[in-house]
């Protein structure tokens, strides 16, 4: 049986296995059970959050009730403790008092509480003080009371005249009031219910039996800062946790020892293959051509292990045949400099003293020899700018453009004093550029003025940085001129659409300097007209933050 037919028929029982076994052990736990079961203990707890909140309210509408009479303003009155009284053996508070705007209690009925002991006292750093004379009805959290049992305190605004003059604040003992009663009757033992604070303190706690929570939800009460949790039993639906739990460790197993197997039968098959060919790859990316790998395996394997064999014979053939060859153009290119140089340094030598002795014709040819000797010392120093560049040490780095161009538009300037030349550039513009970039910029600017129509040509010179407008993270040098433009015939060489022979003279491998210098700096070059003619050439150099 091929591999590939084999591997599909292993991948179908497999997934086979993995689906059924998933399928009835998951599936029928997830949606039967805990969906019901959390639906349970959501209701339980939106159960005790709403008698909670009712019986909350009933004493909350009790203080704001007692609070409209107008005993409860009149302060350190008789009448006013009269008030209080009555408000404590009227209803399910078990004290009462009034607190003035200013903090001041001026009345308490309690009795089992001194009240000469703590009237004139001040309550205004309360709590529940300080949110009633706000202007809100409001129950604190429980507190200890003398009695040995929490009280809470529920606090509203006393008005006059729409004024709040105090606050009326009623003591209540949960023990006392069957707040929990509910909790306690209606619920099943197999659920748990906790009441806390704001602050994560206990109100009330009754845990579940027997104590082993899986599933827990809670609900924050709306007339106080308590939040209400209830919590149910696993033994509600223990048995069938139980056989899922035995189904699914069942079919886990099973999906296991399948995967095992199967694991093991395509690492032995295939993945040993493929890791002796991924080191095969990183030896050839580390330079160690003419390595060879054994693959084994099937007959497909092999076929593979001989290609890449061949593949790395021919690369370190070719490598080698290549390395032969730069080192066969660096020994011809540095002895046909130095004897191009002397050669030619000897040739313009004897061309000045014909000149120096020579009238005429004779002169004129002499000078004509001599603007060639330089012309082609010229061509040669292009050419080993050019070496620097393709020089696989050389990496961009990054440069001032600004200032690398300000820099030679001066020398520009200084070798040709007719020309009239305009540089605008910001104070800084750092891009990644290799070290020639200022080579290539100077020999934009030259051919510029070089080759103009005119006697005093114009050239226009600009750096521009990246701007969020136009979306950008280039730097952009651009040299317009007005002269005759650049041929199209050497933009198409450099586009790579005419062979590299259609280039003439020095011009030509000036901006193939330029082009490399640029192209190694991965930027771009762009020819344009101008108008009304020459020329606009724009370098775009990738943006950089650091300066060199």
Not at 158 to 182: H, K, M, P, Q, W
Not at 294 to 313: C, K, L, P, Q, Y
Not at 353 to 372: M, Q
Request: with cysteine; hydrophobic share 40%.
């Amino acid at each position: 049986m091929r591999s590939q037919t084999l591997f599909a028929v292993i991948l179908v029982v497999t997934a086979l296995v993995l689906g059924g076994a998933t399928y009835a052990g998951f599936q029928a736990y997830q949606n039967a059970v805990v969906d019901k079961h959390t639906t349970t203990v959501e209701r339980n707890t939106a159960l005790v959050r709403t008698e909670l909140d009712a019986q909350l309210k009933t004493h909350e509408q009790s203080v704001e009730l007692w609070a409209t009479r107008p005993g409860v303003r009149a302060h350190g009155t008789a009448r006013q403790r009269s008030a209080l009284r009555a408000l404590v053996n009227n209803s399910a508070f078990a004290g009462a008092s009034v607190i003035a705007a200013n903090g001041t209690m001026t009345a308490l009925a309690a009795p089992q509480s001194d009240a000469a002991s703590v009237v004139g006292s001040d309550f205004g750093d309360r709590r529940y003080v300080q949110r009633a004379l706000a202007g809100t009805t409001y129950i604190s959290n429980p507190v200890p009371a003398e009695t040995g049992t929490n009280a809470v305190v529920v606090s509203t605004p006393v008005r006059r005249d729409g004024d709040i003059v105090a606050t009326l604040n009623g003591a209540v003992y949960l023990s006392e009031t069957g707040a929990f009663d509910l909790l306690r009757s209606d619920l099943p033992d197999s659920s748990g219910v906790t009441v806390t604070t704001d602050g994560g303190a206990d109100i009330y706690h009754r845990p579940p039996s027997p104590n082993r929570s899986v599933t827990t939800h809670t609900a924050p009460l709306s007339e106080a800062d308590w939040v209400v949790s209830v919590s149910e039993s696993r033994a509600v639906i223990g048995p069938t946790i139980q056989r899922l739990t035995l189904l699914q460790t069942g079919s886990v197993i099973s999906v296991f020892a399948v995967i095992a197997v199967f694991g093991w039968w395509n690492y032995r098959r295939n993945l040993a293959q493929v890791e002796a060919l991924i080191d095969g790859f990183r030896a050839l990316r580390d330079g160690a051509y003419g390595t060879h790998v054994d693959v084994g395996g099937a007959d497909e394997w092999e076929r593979i292990g001989t290609g890449f064999n061949e593949m790395s014979d021919t690369i370190d053939q070719s490598v080698a045949e290549n390395r032969e060859r730069a080192r066969q153009l660096h020994v011809l290119d540095r002895v046909l400099r130095h004897t191009l140089r002397n050669e030619l340094n000897v040739v313009r030598g004897r061309a000045e003293l014909v000149a120096s002795h020579a009238t005429g014709e004779a002169a004129a040819h002499a000078a004509h020899i001599i603007s060639r000797c330089d012309s082609l010392v010229e061509t040669a120093d292009k050419e080993r700018a050019i070496s620097d560049v393709l020089d696989t040490d050389t990496t961009p780095e990054p440069l001032d453009v600004a200032r690398i161009t300000e820099t030679v538009v001066e020398r520009a300037q200084a070798d040709a004093p007719n020309a009239d030349l305009t540089v605008d550039t910001p104070p800084t513009a750092v891009a990644a550029a290799v070290p020639q970039i200022g080579t290539a910029i100077q020999e934009v600017v030259t051919n510029a003025i070089q080759h103009a129509d005119c006697t005093a040509p114009q050239v226009s010179v600009s750096v521009s940085e990246p701007t969020a407008t136009e979306g950008t993270d280039h730097v952009r040098i651009t040299v317009s001129d007005h002269g005759p433009g650049i041929p199209r015939m050497e933009r198409r060489v450099l586009n790579g659409d005419d062979a590299i022979d259609a280039l003439h003279h020095s011009q030509g491998l000036g901006l193939w300097l330029v082009y490399w210098a640029v192209t190694h700096s991965d930027g771009d070059l762009d020819f344009e007209d101008n108008t009304p003619q020459g020329s606009v050439v724009t370098i775009r150099l990738p943006a950089r933050d650091d300066t060199a």
